[in-house]
């Protein structure tokens, strides 16, 4: 835990007790999308709550209807399931993958991440998160993420789905090659398991397209999504390809998932997402970032790599105290994994902004090496 009260936000900036202002590159671990209290978010959560908050899926209600329709628009999956958090939109694509194939066999990847349910625990590689849980859920593989061979060895004919994200992100902000993951969806086809894209923290424009599938021409059977989708307001969504069978009224449920007021904040953020083309800014304003940090003449900087506005940079060294020197010059950044500054700014984060951050990174990586004396929890 950061020694930081945050008790307010507007677009790419928050503000802490005291009044001080930061730039926002956490962003709520990807969440904030269109940054924090857009207005037009804000104005779509008040009328829902004076209008509706709560109704179960038993009955038609016209938000969550405009909803389901406007996530076919711009997935391209027709049918959804709505919870409320992204381990539960994974913990449902696997369930929805083993009745519909009626294997039990999840392949998924080293350094993948997917959320800290039993299911999505399972998929999950990291030891520290998993160990303290065994036994987890049986039938889980691990494989090397873009590795075709590895892959092709582990897919079986008791093979249900395959579980990747195209960008890793907890993982280190790794994105997987198009020819690899083309490759997975063919496997997937030729052995009849199903192709689970975990589109958790790539989603809603994050990587500079709506999708970061579509970066590849890559088609999900099952797409998980969460996060950024309802502007903050919690909410997960699972997405459904026609390959995915044997779905009855019933399978599965959520009492909260698809609650009016989170879909009006959703079709308030998507709405948003498309007005603003926010995929299209990110993929600009991410390019430009990693323009500028390629050119950083920093010797504790190891690669910089990324999608969009979801940037890595790698250092050859731990990265938890260069984060508390960022908190200094005013910029929330976030590890991923021990050595990886990741950000993920608003995608309507401005340019003077990004610039600040740039002047920020560019003394505390030049300034370090910052000893460590804490654990990796940054
Ligand atoms: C790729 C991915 N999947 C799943 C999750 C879990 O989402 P949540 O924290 O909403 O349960 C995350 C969270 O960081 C994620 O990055």
């Keep these: 835990m950061r020694d930081l009260a945050l008790v307010r936000g507007e677009g790419a900036r ?4 005291r009044g001080q202002s930061y730039i926002d590159c956490v962003g709520g671990h990807g969440v904030s999308i269109v940054g924090h209290c857009h207005p037009q978010v804000t104005d779509a959560i008040c009328q829902q709550a004076a209008q509706m908050v709560t109704c179960p899926s038993i ?4 938000k969550r209807a405009a909803l389901l329709a406007r996530l076919a628009e711009v997935t391209g999956l027709e049918r959804a399931f709505l919870c409320n958090s992204g381990a539960e939109a994974v913990e449902g694509a696997l369930k929805f993958a083993r ?6 066999g999840i392949v998924a990847t080293m350094r993948g991440f997917h959320g800290r349910t039993m299911g999505a625990l399972s998929a999950t590689w990291e030891k520290r998160y998993r ?9 889980f593989a691990h494989v090397p993420y873009d590795n075709l061979e590895r892959m092709e060895r582990a897919i079986t004919d008791e093979t249900a789905a395959v579980l990747l994200e195209v960008v890793q992100g907890e993982g280190g902000v790794r994105p997987g090659g198009g020819d690899y993951l083309r490759s997975v969806r063919q496997l997937c086809d030729e052995r009849g398991a199903l192709l689970i894209v975990d589109e958790v923290q790539t ?4 990587t500079g397209r709506w999708f970061a599938f579509q970066h590849h021409d890559l088609r999900p059977d099952i797409l998980c999504l969460a996060k950024g989708i309802a502007g903050g307001v919690p909410m997960g969504a699972i997405m459904l390809g026609p390959q995915v069978q044997g779905l009855r009224s019933g399978v599965h449920g959520s009492t909260f998932g698809g609650n009016p007021l989170a879909c009006a904040a959703a079709l308030a953020t998507i709405d948003v997402i498309e007005s603003q083309d926010l995929p299209a800014q990110a993929a600009e304003k991410g390019a430009y970032v990693l323009d500028q940090l390629s050119a950083l003449d920093a010797t504790v900087v190891r690669e910089v790599r990324g999608m969009g506005l979801m940037i890595g940079i790698e250092l050859r060294t731990r990265v938890r105290p260069y984060l508390q020197a960022l908190i200094g010059e005013r910029v929330l950044a976030l590890p991923a994994g021990p050595t990886v500054l990741r950000l993920l700014p608003p995608l309507t984060i401005d340019y003077a902004d990004l610039d600040l951050v740039l002047d920020a990174l560019s003394r505390v990586l030049v300034v370090g090496p910052f000893s460590d004396t804490g654990d990796d929890d940054a």
């Design 14 to 17: 928050v503000w802490d007790d």
């Design 203 to 206: 989603g809603f424009g994050r």
């Design 99 to 104: 009745l519909s194939t009626g294997r039990t």
């Design 131 to 139: 160990e303290p849980f065994m036994p987890l859920v049986p039938g």
């Design 59 to 62: 009955f038609y209600n016209d």
